[in-house]
Antibody, heavy 119, light 109 residues
């Protein structure tokens, strides 16, 4: 059974940092691209970042490029999202998601971890 | 990049069909056959309903179908059922990023 367990969210002041983690199981993690998607409370989905199976290619939304870093540890079946210089508009539920085969569709989602940015 | 354009709401009666549109540009929806659709019930995580324009993952009823013409993709739900009431989001590859639509709230009357 595919499982994605998001963690690491919390409250942070503007300008602060957080690192999100997503522990995966139930599939061949090292052969699967992974993605982070966020959703502000009451708002729609926003694609944030993605990483290729071996981590050699990373992709970012314009809104987070230069502030967020995606990485993965295939030995630990975990993908990370390091977030720096957080802004109030970064506040959201952050979901990690498993890419559906070699597509840019997301077939499994974590339960989400809430990031709150306020002073 | 701007979000893909979806109608804020759509509705239909049980048994009817409803189509939700998703309009992008020649740089996203029009450029790639990588349009996906997600269903999200309140308080739940999104669920993949359609990928690569018109493909259904296993377990998704064939009442759900997808298509694309030019810069506009569409999701059609046939034989509406009460449990189809949810928010629906489209997404598309857009070069080195992915963009989502703003979402459509589907109400089953």
């Amino acid at each position: 059974e595919v499982q994605l367990l998001d963690s690491g969210g919390g409250w942070v002041q503007p300008g602060g940092s957080l690192r999100l983690s997503c522990a995966a199981s139930g599939f061949d993690f090292s052969a699967t691209a992974m993605t982070w998607v966020r959703q502000a409370p009451g708002k729609g989905l926003e694609w944030v970042s993605a990483i290729s199976p071996r981590g050699e290619n990373v992709y970012y939304a314009d809104s987070v490029r230069g502030r967020f870093t995606i990485s993965r540890d295939n030995a630990r079946n975990t993908v990370y999202l390091q977030m720096y210089s957080l802004r109030p508009e970064d506040a959201a539920i952050y979901y990690c998601a498993k890419n559906h085969y070699a597509t840019v569709a997301y077939s499994y989602w974590g339960q989400g971890t809430l990031v709150t940015v306020s002073s | 990049q701007s979000a893909l354009t979806q109608p804020p709401s759509a509705s239909g009666s049980p048994g009817q069909s409803v189509t939700i549109s998703c309009t992008g540009t020649s740089s996203d929806v029009g450029a790639y056959n990588y349009v996906s659709w997600y269903q999200q019930h309140p308080g739940k995580v999104p669920k993949l309903m359609i990928y690569e324009v018109g493909n259904r993952p296993s377990g998704v009823p064939d009442r759900f179908s997808g298509s694309k013409s030019g810069n506009t993709a569409s999701l059609t739900v046939s034989g509406l059922q009460a449990e189809d009431e949810a928010d629906y989001y489209c997404s598309s590859l857009a070069g080195r990023t992915v963009i989502f639509g703003g979402g459509t709230k589907l109400t089953v009357l």
